[in-house]
């Protein structure tokens, strides 16, 4: 079974420009989760997709960041524009139930963001 | 309402057993516990429902304190292989999840 994809793994940017990451999930698996990721801190978590509709969202910086998921399947995060406070890796996670509660999570490789 | 985990950083020599604890300010509906080694995406460990549940597998366990919003994982007998940081992820009754603040654990020869 293949496992979570993202894309690109590392991504350099100045700051106030726009960079956007893509997330493959496993087959199947209804909930999308993105996270971010700052080095030495557990993982934030941005944004949580059921299918396509946001299950939450709280504590997504939403004047600079925004995401979607299109027909259930894949999804995309945007920043714009970036900030240097968004040097991060941005995790993307998916989980085989309907509700995050109940099941584990898996995670895809992240992406490495630097602004400079 | 992050979740606060301790001790920050914990060294063992291999064989030796270690107890990390996951404490919330919010009632909990479940607790997750996974394992991050360095330059790696987190990997899951287990999952803790409401009801005071234990689980374990190896020697890797865990219980979970509904009433006192706790939850501890139990590693006996490490293994050089344990070493990285370990997560526990918190899920309120407003369904939304927060991981903790992380447990540095190595295992040193």
């Known amino acids: 079974e293949a496992g979570v994809a993202q894309s690109p793994r590392y991504k350099i940017i100045e700051k106030r420009q726009s960079v956007a990451f893509w997330c493959n999930p496993i087959?199947?698996?209804?909930?999308l989760y993105w996270y971010q990721q700052i080095l030495g801190q557990g993982p934030k978590l941005l944004i949580q997709?059921?299918?396509?509709?946001?299950?939450?969202d709280s504590q997504l910086p939403k004047d600079r960041f925004s995401a979607e998921r299109l027909k259930g399947v894949d999804s995309t995060l945007k920043i714009q524009p970036a900030k240097l406070e968004d040097s991060a890796v941005y995790l993307c996670?998916?989980?085989?139930?309907?509700?995050?509660?109940?099941?584990?999570?898996?995670f895809g490789p992240g992406t490495r963001l630097t602004v400079t | 309402q992050q979740p606060v985990q301790s001790p920050q950083a914990v060294i063992l020599r291999e064989g030796e057993d270690a107890v990390i604890n996951c404490s919330s300010s919010?009632?909990?509906?479940?607790v997750h516990w996974y394992r991050q080694k360095h330059g790696e995406a987190p990997v899951f460990l287990m999952i803790?429902?409401?009801?005071?549940e234990q689980k374990g597998h190896d020697k890797i366990s865990a219980s979970f304190n509904e009433k006192k919003q706790q939850s501890s994982l139990y590693l006996t007998a490490s293994q050089l292989s344990y070493s990285g940081t370990y997560f526990c992820?918190?899920?309120?009754?407003?369904?939304?999840?927060?991981f903790g603040t992380g447990t540095s654990l190595t295992v040193i020869p």
């Open positions: 087959s199947g698996h209804a909930t």
């Open positions: 803790l429902l409401k009801g005071g």
């Open positions: 996670a998916s989980s085989p139930g309907a509700s995050g509660r109940t099941y584990e999570q898996y």
């Open positions: 992820g918190i899920s309120n009754t407003g369904n939304q999840f927060y």
């Open positions: 997709f059921q299918n396509n509709g946001v299950v939450d």
């Open positions: 919010k009632a909990l509906y479940s």
